[in-house]
């Protein structure tokens, strides 16, 4: 039987440790899928200095595969129930974050805020920060008037220091 040149031995014992490396990278890549649903997620506005970012939506593969069975449940229920024209609450969303933009913008009195805006199911998460909390639950008020919207989480803190109540990037 032939052996095997030296100096591919050699070669092949030096790439050993590389693939081994290469292999941990790539899971702990696909460890952490950042907003896998896609849901919309978008800076509304950028008035306040220093607000501390909000984390996009974040799964490991276990969470995803649980969401989405979930998801899946939780959208169609809407349409069942005869709440929605759509056979899935979460098909609003992309339709719905570009009008929360769009009102808040056209309103002309946040300009001095720093928002973003996440929507699922319907649902419009406010995350950022405001001058007021009279802001806050103004922007509140005028994100629950836009149609399809089912509920508004509002996760705004008055001014940009201290600890947020939502996630932050890192």
């Known amino acids: 039987m032939r052996q095997p040149a030296r100096h591919t031995r050699r070669f092949s014992h030096r790439l050993l440790p590389l693939l081994a490396c290469f292999a941990t990278v790539t899971a702990n890549a696909q460890a952490l899928q950042h907003n896998p649903f896609d849901d919309p997620f978008v800076?509304?506005?950028?008035?306040?200095p220093n607000c501390p970012v909000p984390q996009e939506p974040v799964f490991t593969d276990e969470q995803y595969k649980a969401e989405a069975h979930d998801r899946a449940q939780r959208g169609v229920s809407c349409w069942m129930a005869g709440r929605c024209r759509l056979h899935s609450a979460y098909l609003y969303d992309k339709e719905i974050i570009p009008r929360v933009k769009q009102a808040i913008t056209v309103a002309g009195r946040f300009t001095n805020t720093s928002v973003w805006a996440l929507g699922q199911r319907r649902y419009v998460w406010l995350k950022g920060c405001v001058a007021?909390?009279?802001q806050a639950a103004e922007l509140e008020r005028l994100v629950r008037t836009i149609d399809d919207v089912d509920g508004v989480q509002n996760e705004l803190m008055v001014g940009s220091q201290g600890q947020p109540p939502y996630a932050t990037a890192r």
């Open 43 to 48: 800076a509304v506005t950028s008035g306040l």
């Open 132 to 134: 007021t909390a009279e």
